[in-house]
């Protein structure tokens, strides 16, 4: 059974771009959510969807958003990069909505702005 | 408010048993998760506790107390391949992914 994928594993941009990160969930899991990881502040809550529909967003600006397909995998946007969005950005993706399901992560995608 | 705590980093030696405790404060709580993440790679999943008592799996071991907003890892017979960072991390309401973690706690393993 593949586990979550991310891509693209790694990447560069310039301060003021905009980038577009892909997470494939495990086949089967219909709950997708995002965190950003960085060395002072651990992980932190992004964005999570089920069904297409996004259920709960965190203290982020509006640069960045997200999105879910119909066959569950999802996309974050990150627009007018800035220095402080160099991060580890994971996805995560649980079989339901409810109850003790656990996350299972990607590897993430590591983002360097410049 | 959201608040974990946890130690930043801590050492022992292969073979001893160590204790990773972690305090929280959450708005909300719908159980408690260890994971363990080595350096470039996914945070994996070790332990889950929703209820106050001992969850033992293998050398691993996860105690929770609700009352005291209290948790601890513990790892058993260390091993060389135990050093990495361990994430404590709240869900602070039922049928949401939103998890709360730690900045986490490195551990290294010496020989």
């Known amino acids: 059974k593949a586990g979550v994928t991310q891509t693209p594993r790694y990447l560069i941009k310039t301060r003021g771009q905009q980038v577009t990160l892909s997470c494939s969930p495990i086949s089967g899991h219909r709950s997708v959510s995002w965190y950003q990881q960085t060395p002072g502040q651990g992980l932190q809550f992004l964005f999570e969807y089920f069904s297409e529909t996004q259920r709960n967003k965190g203290n982020f600006p509006g640069r960045f958003s997200g999105r879910q397909f119909s066959n569950s995998r999802s996309e974050m946007n990150v627009s007018t990069l800035e220095l402080g969005d160099s991060a580890l950005y994971l996805c995560?993706?649980?079989?339901?909505?409810?109850?003790?399901?656990?996350?299972?992560f990607g590897a993430g995608s590591r983002l360097t702005v410049l | 408010g959201q608040n974990i705590d946890q130690p930043t980093e801590m050492t022992a030696t292969e073979g001893a048993i160590v204790q990773i405790n972690c305090t929280y404060q959450?708005?909300?709580?719908?159980?408690l998760f260890w994971y363990q993440q080595h350096a470039g790679e996914a945070p994996t999943f070790l332990s889950y506790n929703v209820l106050d008592g001992l969850e033992e799996k293998g050398r691993f071991s996860s105690f929770l107390s609700r009352s005291k907003g209290y948790s601890y890892l513990l790892l058993k017979e260390l091993q060389m391949k135990d050093s990495a960072s361990y994430l404590c991390a709240v869900r602070p309401r039922a049928g949401f992914q939103k998890l709360v973690f730690g900045t986490g706690t490195r551990l290294l393993v010496s020989p």
């Open positions: 995560a993706s649980r079989q339901g909505n409810s109850g003790a399901n656990v996350l299972t």
């Open positions: 959450t708005s909300g709580f719908n159980g």
